[in-house]
């Protein structure tokens, strides 16, 4: 089982990133994906999910309407389009899959907000 995200790095405030989760080893279509960070100092927290099939998902209050969680069940990939990057938002990004009695996780991608 491997999930590897990628597309982290260093961005201004107000800029944009996107970042991607390839999924292998597990069927990915019938797992919960979701995407978390940790900042330094602080507890790791749900960002954003999305189910497995129908696609519904759910934000934490401090990216709402300005982060987009998708995932394509073809390339058994997510997604997470960031705009409007705050400093608030420096942190490593972790993906998560999970169902019943099994959760995976990433290694983590590095996002900076600075100017």
């Known amino acids: 089982v491997q999930l590897v995200e990628s597309g982290g790095g260093l961005v201004q405030p107000g800029g944009s990133l996107r970042l991607s989760c390839a999924a292998s080893?597990?069927?990915?279509?019938?797992?919960?994906m979701s995407w978390y960070r940790q900042a330094s100092g602080k507890e790791r927290e749900l960002v954003a999910s999305?189910?497995?099939?129908?696609?519904?998902?759910s934000y934490a209050d401090s990216v709402k309407g300005r982060f987009t969680v998708s995932r394509d069940n073809v390339k058994n990939t997510l997604y997470l389009q960031m705009n409007s990057l705050e400093p608030e938002d420096t942190a490593v990004y972790y993906c998560?899959?999970?169902?019943?009695?099994?959760?995976?996780w990433g290694q983590g991608t590095q996002v900076t907000v600075s100017s």
């Open positions: 999305i189910t497995s099939n129908s696609g519904a998902t």
């Open positions: 080893g597990f069927t990915f279509t019938g797992y919960v």
């Open positions: 998560k899959a999970a169902r019943a009695f099994r959760t995976y």
